[in-house]
């Protein structure tokens, strides 16, 4: 009778980009030299019999590509996924969890939107302070929609549009701001990131403190286009 030969697994090539995690995992032997991904499975029942068992080490074997290139993130999503995805590979989980401590260990903290006001306040301030005003925009818009009232927040939108021509937009903002906390003002005076609206009637009659008409700071946005009466 032939002996059924189990499918030999790619990563059994020392993984020599990987050496330094490797290390801290006890991926090197006493002597510092590198170990290979070990064999298939001694499972009872012969692994090549079962339909999941190539699948599970195809996932793997992306897993320590993307571990030689240290995408670590990716790898952790693919180490991840045998786990979930093939629970009757039990010993090939035991390789998995080898390599996912090291990913854990290395793998960039995915960044989470904000999602308090307190949070977006400081994402918009980050976002000016490095020139993305779109950004900037987003969330304090966000801000705006929840608490209609932060004078913060529009004074900061104020900045943003200013940044980005929009001086309309900015001061409609800029008066709101004002209105809502009168030291908005003097800081508006001395703002350099407002000096592009100096020579705005608008933008000084806002810090002058003389009246002004109420303006949406929407309107630009939401405001249809005026057409001529039908007769």
Excluded: W
């Amino acid at each position: 009778m032939t002996k059924r030969l189990q499918p030999k697994l790619k990563a059994q090539t020392p993984i020599t980009a990987v050496s330094a995690p490797l290390r801290e995992a006890g991926g090197l032997a006493g002597d510092g030299r590198q170990i290979a991904v070990s064999r298939g499975t001694g499972s009872s029942a012969p692994a090549s019999t079962r339909p999941t068992y190539l699948e599970a080490v195809a996932i793997y074997e992306k897993g320590i590509e993307s571990l030689q290139r240290h995408d670590y993130n990716h790898a952790l999503e693919l180490f991840q996924s045998v786990l979930r995805q093939y629970p009757e590979e039990k010993e090939l989980h035991e390789r998995v969890r080898l390599y996912l401590n090291i990913c854990e260990r290395h793998a960039t903290p995915r960044e989470v939107a904000p999602q308090s006001i307190e949070e977006r306040l400081y994402a918009s301030t980050l976002a000016i302070n490095g020139g993305r005003y779109d950004e900037a925009i987003s969330h304090l818009r966000l801000v705006r929609d929840e608490d209609p009232d932060n004078d913060h927040a529009l004074y900061m939108l104020a900045v943003a549009h200013a940044q980005r021509g929009e001086h309309a937009e900015a001061v409609a903002h800029l008066e709101r701001a004002i209105a809502l906390n009168p030291e908005n003002r003097a800081l508006a005076r001395r703002d350099p990131d407002l000096e592009a609206l100096h020579d705005d009637d608008a933008f000084r009659g806002a810090i002058d403190g003389q009246s002004m008409s109420r303006i949406d700071p929407d309107r630009f946005a939401r405001r249809p286009p005026l057409r001529p009466n039908k007769r």
